[in-house]
């Protein structure tokens, strides 16, 4: 099992709103920075969120999340189908002393 | 525009060494944080461990006692070593570049992956 706990799957029609979740605790979310990745089917993961609700440049904005306690959260906004992939929310675990990442949400855009 | 190419072979027999290097073009490799992750076909992302300035490293606990991971400013390439691979290690493996050591600093830089499979 991941130390952060996401949702295997979500799915919503194009146009809708999808909330990915990310739980964790005090030793990782709880203390530290989230950030959020998106993998399409067969490429590597690109940064989506930084400092748990911050934008890269060339990122929509669309992509939004925040972060209470010891849970994250990615919303997603006039889904397309573009938006298809895998999702992965990450932090530091202090407890650990490692990068500790979600098992991964698949978003199907129905 | 910073680019990272993992290399090394695609096949390991098991009980043997598994050895990549991760070549880094576009930037400098001297003030951040290089990192390895993998990923399992079908299952989640990794953690393996990150090196910066060559002599300073970090390890997932659950791997440390057979990750190994080097630097090589002059070519700008780091490297990973695992030992003692069974079909467990056959992934996709990662190199991927952070710029600071605290969370706030996400996995900016991706290369682009390869396929590890660890069998007879």
């Known amino acids: 099992q991941s130390v952060l706990t996401q949702p295997p799957s979500v799915s919503a029609a194009p146009g809708q709103r999808v909330t990915i979740s990310c739980a964790g605790s005090?030793?990782?979310?709880?203390?530290?920075?989230v950030s959020w990745y998106q993998q399409l089917p067969g490429t590597a993961p690109k940064l989506l969120i930084y400092?748990?609700?911050k934008r890269p440049s060339g990122i929509p904005d669309r992509f939004s999340a925040s972060k209470s306690g010891t849970s994250a959260t990615l919303d997603i906004t006039g889904l397309q189908t573009g938006d298809e992939a895998d999702y992965y929310c990450?932090?530091?675990?202090?407890?650990?002393?490692?990068?500790?990442f979600g098992g991964g949400t698949k978003l199907t855009v129905l | 525009q910073v680019q990272l190419q993992e290399s090394g072979p695609e096949l390991v027999k098991p009980s043997e060494t598994l050895s990549l290097t991760c070549t880094v073009s576009?930037?400098?490799?001297?003030?951040?944080?290089w990192n390895w992750i993998r990923q399992p076909p079908g299952k989640g992302l990794e953690w393996i461990g990150s090196?910066?300035?060559?002599?300073?490293?970090d390890y997932n606990p659950s791997l440390k006692s057979r990750v190994s991971i080097s630097l090589d400013s002059s070519k700008k390439q780091f490297s990973l070593k695992l030992t003692s691979v069974t079909a467990a290690d056959t992934a996709v493996y990662y190199c991927?570049?952070?710029?600071?050591?605290?969370?706030?600093?996400?996995?900016?830089?991706w290369g682009q992956g390869t396929l590890v499979t660890v069998s007879s």
């Open positions: 991927a570049r952070r710029a600071g050591y605290s969370s706030s600093w996400p996995f900016d830089y």
């Open positions: 576009g930037g400098y490799i001297s003030t951040y944080y």
């Open positions: 090196i910066f300035s060559s002599d300073i490293t």
């Open positions: 005090s030793s990782n979310i709880g203390y530290n920075s």
């Open positions: 400092e748990s609700n």
């Open positions: 990450g932090t530091s675990n202090s407890s650990l002393n490692a990068w500790v």
